[in-house]
């Protein structure tokens, strides 16, 4: 079987769900990992050492900007030549972007955010969670090259081999497009929660501490606001301690306590870290999709029918505001930090 998977990256920087998905590509043979940027050549390298058999190295300084137009044609431009049976994306935006409009221009199909990929009678046959994570669906598309998405971090990192290569192949950008891109702005927040490990994330609970009174003047909200302030400021400590990132629910998100980009969930990230550690936090079918996948899940919350403990290995009954920094102490002397 012939498999190309796409390198995504930003400005040379790859995301690290694309060498997960090269690595599962090996499953099948060989494969020829596509790297477009501008002076993007030693993401090839990288490739190479990450397992990749051959790359496809679109280098042009008019690919500089992620375009889905210009990279999906460059792609399919290749496909007709090159003809892969299937071809492999990691489950960020840019990846959905390009998987769907790559699938257009060749009359295929896209099965996204697959978390296991088996062969079966010569079809690759795709597992991927549905309604919220709550079944697992199995399902192979009819057309080819099959296009299939890889949740990130749902599949295993192939071993760093430095100075192991292949055969790199320079090919043509096709560039046109109607988009420009006028600049970059960095998110509030700047978290990476899908490449993270570990999670600690809060919820609406985090903002329930009667014990701290605000500062005088402000009013019911801004009060609100400030005690989930200190609140997360507990939940970026112990997440800090552990190496990890802070997540938090739509609740915390939508009532103004953090930023959008650390909010976990089916209208937030997908997540899939080996140890998610929630805290006041109810457990909403909406946040399950978004962290159910977590290797380990911890759930701290003071009422004892919450839905999260129903996904949790490791359940603790009690007051985030006396536990949290418990274990924060606990792990810097574990830790030595
Ligand atoms: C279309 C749609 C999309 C959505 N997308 C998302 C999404 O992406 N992500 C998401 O999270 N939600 C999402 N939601 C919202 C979701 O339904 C819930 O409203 C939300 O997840 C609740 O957040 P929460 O658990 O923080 O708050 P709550 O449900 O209010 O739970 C707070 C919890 O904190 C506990 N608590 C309170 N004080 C303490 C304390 N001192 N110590 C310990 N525990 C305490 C309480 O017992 C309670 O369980 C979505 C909803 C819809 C309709």
Same mark, same amino acid.
């Given at each position: 079987?012939?498999?190309?998977?796409?390198?995504?990256?930003?400005?040379?920087?790859?995301?690290?769900?694309?060498?997960?998905?090269?690595?599962?590509?090996?499953?099948?043979?060989?494969?020829?990992?596509?790297?477009?940027? %501008?002076?993007?050549? *030693?993401?090839? &390298? &990288?490739?190479?050492?990450?397992?990749?058999?051959? $790359?496809?190295?679109?280098?042009? *300084?008019?690919?500089?900007?992620?375009?889905?137009?210009?990279?999906? %044609?460059?792609? %399919?431009?290749?496909?007709?030549?090159?003809?892969?049976?299937?071809?492999?994306?990691?489950?960020?935006? =840019?990846?959905?972007? !390009?998987?769907?409009?790559?699938?257009?221009?060749?009359?295929?199909?896209?099965?996204?955010? @697959?978390?296991?990929?088996? !062969?079966?009678?010569?079809?690759?046959?795709?597992?991927? *969670?549905?309604?919220?994570?709550?079944?697992?669906?199995?399902?192979?598309?009819?057309?080819?090259?099959?296009?299939?998405?890889?949740?990130?971090?749902?599949?295993?990192?192939?071993?760093?081999?430095?100075?192991?290569?292949?055969?790199?192949? +320079?090919?043509?950008?096709? @560039?046109?497009?109607?988009?420009?891109?006028?600049?970059? @702005?960095?998110?509030?927040?700047?978290?990476? !929660?899908?490449?993270?490990?570990?999670?600690?994330?809060?919820?609406?609970?985090?903002?329930?501490?009667?014990?701290?009174?605000?500062?005088?003047?402000?009013?019911?909200?801004?009060?609100?606001?400030?005690?989930?302030?200190?609140?997360?400021?507990?939940?970026?400590?112990?997440?800090?301690?552990?190496?990890?990132?802070?997540?938090?629910?739509?609740?915390?998100?939508?009532?103004?306590?953090?930023?959008?980009?650390? #909010?976990?969930?089916?209208?937030?990230?997908?997540?899939?870290?080996?140890?998610?550690?929630?805290?006041?936090?109810?457990?909403?079918? #909406?946040?399950?999709?978004?962290?159910?996948?977590? +290797?380990?899940?911890?759930?701290?919350?003071?009422?004892?029918?919450?839905?999260?403990?129903?996904?949790?290995?490791?359940? $603790?009954?009690?007051?985030?505001?006396?536990?949290?920094?418990?274990?924060?102490? @606990?792990?810097?002397? =574990?830790?030595?930090?």
């Amino acid at each position: 079987m012939k498999t190309w998977v796409y390198i995504d990256h930003f400005q040379g920087q790859e995301l690290p769900a694309s060498w997960e998905a090269v690595g599962v590509g090996k499953k099948f043979g060989l494969v020829t990992a596509i790297v477009f940027g %501008s002076g993007v050549e *030693p993401l090839a &390298k &990288k490739a190479f050492e990450y397992g990749a058999d051959e $790359v496809l190295l679109a280098d042009d *300084p008019a690919l500089a900007d992620f375009r889905p137009e210009a990279f999906a %044609s460059t792609l %399919s431009s290749l496909v007709s030549s090159g003809t892969p049976d299937l071809i492999l994306f990691p489950t960020t935006a =840019r990846g959905r972007d !390009l998987a769907a409009m790559t699938a257009i221009d060749l009359n295929s199909g896209v099965i996204v955010d @697959a978390v296991a990929l088996d !062969l079966e009678d010569g079809k690759v046959v795709a597992t991927r *969670p549905v309604f919220g994570g709550k079944l697992l669906a199995k399902m192979a598309c009819s057309a080819s090259p099959q296009i299939i998405t890889l949740r990130g971090r749902a599949f295993p990192k192939p071993e760093h081999q430095p100075g192991r290569s292949g055969t790199l192949t +320079k090919v043509p950008a096709k @560039a046109e497009a109607l988009t420009r891109v006028e600049g970059y @702005a960095a998110t509030e927040g700047g978290v990476s !929660l899908t490449d993270a490990g570990i999670i600690v994330s809060g919820g609406r609970g985090v903002s329930n501490n009667p014990a701290l009174t605000p500062p005088a003047g402000l009013d019911e909200k801004q009060a609100e606001i400030w005690r989930a302030q200190q609140g997360f400021k507990l939940i970026g400590e112990l997440a800090a301690v552990l190496g990890g990132a802070m997540g938090a629910s739509r609740a915390a998100v939508d009532a103004g306590y953090v930023p959008y980009a650390h #909010q976990v969930g089916q209208t937030g990230k997908i997540v899939s870290p080996d140890l998610y550690i929630a805290c006041g936090i109810s457990g909403a079918i #909406q946040h399950l999709a978004g962290m159910r996948s977590s +290797k380990t899940i911890v759930a701290i919350n003071k009422d004892a029918e919450a839905p999260i403990f129903q996904v949790a290995r490791y359940g $603790v009954v009690g007051d985030l505001f006396q536990i949290v920094p418990a274990l924060t102490e @606990a792990f810097k002397k =574990r830790l030595g930090k």
